[in-house]
């Protein structure tokens, strides 16, 4: 049982340039999210997905699509990258936010230059 | 719009001291409270979720209660021990969109 597992763990990209972060879970979680975290500030809500073909916006959505094709798969999509998205990313599941606690991946640190 | 808040940001004790860190939230529409515990440069580990029925969970040494009414909850540590040292983030889930909002996190080193 792998988890929640997120790739790359490290990237570097320049301003405007566009990438993809993966997040997998094999739990057969309906519900998942992505967060950002930035010092002091904890962890804010990017987009979540109660289940697949369905998501929805957070707390800071702007600059970033996802999409849930799979029950399995919540990419993060950056469209076009600004310096002030470099952070930490954590994607995160659950059966359901309801009733179970949130298993988190490892993270992605992102620094946009 | 939920708002989760933590106090105090920092706190510093010696070995085997009781403490209480706490948790404020602005709409008492939740479906729970989660407690987590973060490692510097580690992902986040579940350690209590109450659900808003409840008004406490322990696991061990750690006791954590909700006051739905006033919008609180605490996470009591008992003993505290050096390996408690991380920073600790709760969550509120909203019931009108099931959205999981955090607190901003408490930082606890325990000096032994």
């Known amino acids: 049982n792998a988890g929640v597992t997120q790739t790359p763990k490290f990237q570097v990209l320049k301003t405007g340039q566009s990438m993809t972060l993966q997040c997998a879970q094999d739990?057969?979680?309906?519900?998942m999210s992505w967060y950002r975290q930035d010092p002091g500030m904890g962890l804010r809500l990017i987009h979540y997905s109660v289940g697949a073909g369905i998501t929805d916006q957070g707390e800071v959505p702007n600059g970033y699509n996802v999409s849930r094709s799979t029950t399995e798969d919540f990419p993060l999509r950056l469209l076009s990258a600004a310096p002030s998205q470099t952070s930490v990313y954590f994607c995160?599941?659950?059966?359901?936010?309801?009733?179970?606690?949130?298993?988190f991946g490892d993270g992605t640190r992102l620094s946009i230059l | 719009k939920q708002e989760v808040t933590q106090i105090p940001a920092a706190l510093s004790v010696p070995e085997g001291e009781n403490l209480v860190l706490n948790c404020s939230f602005t709409?008492?529409?939740?479906?729970?409270l989660q407690w987590f515990r973060q490692d510097p440069g580690k992902g986040l580990t579940s350690l209590l979720l109450?659900?808003?029925?409840?008004r406490e969970q322990t696991s061990g040494r750690l006791n954590a209660s909700l006051d739905k009414s006033s919008g609180r909850s605490t996470l009591y540590i008992a003993a505290s021990q050096p390996g408690d040292s991380a920073t600790y983030l709760c969550a509120a889930t909203e019931t009108s969109y099931d959205k999981v909002i955090f607190g901003p996190g408490t930082s606890l080193s325990v000096i032994p």
């Open positions: 709409d008492s529409a939740i479906y729970n």
């Open positions: 995160a599941s659950s059966y359901s936010s309801r009733v179970q606690p949130q298993h």
């Open positions: 739990m057969n979680h309906e519900y």
């Open positions: 109450i659900q808003s029925s409840q």
